[in-house]
């Protein structure tokens, strides 16, 4: 691809100050970094990717409300962390986290630990405790 075709589809990239850095071929014959707004392609595979999981984190808040799992879990899928993910940023062994999955661990959990959950998925202690 040459350098005036990189593509500039704004659909993820509008208002923000995210590109995407691909490669093309210039006048010259040589490769270049260039900055693309996006790609229809790409685009169209985010869109699956966000619809998958959007769809497993409807099934995580279905499970919330029956009360057979904590709001942290719902967290950490929305935020593309699993267990091994979690624990790696966190601390926590893997263990700990699935029993922080269980709604009578999490809701006695200390403040502190929450905090540390929190932090790691960029939202507050009140926003892990309730779903958005």
Known sequence: MKTEEVPQDLKY??????????????????YRSCLSDGWEVKTDALDLAWSDVNEQCEKIRQRILRGETSPLE??????LMNVKLLSAYTGFSKRTIRKHFRPE???SLSEDTLQIYADVLRITVDELKRLN
Do not use: L
């Open 13 to 30: 990239y509008k208002d923000t100050i995210f590109r995407d850095v691909t490669y093309a071929v210039d006048n010259e014959g040589r």
């Open 74 to 79: 719902f967290h950490a899928v929305k935020n």
């Open 105 to 107: 661990v999490f809701s």
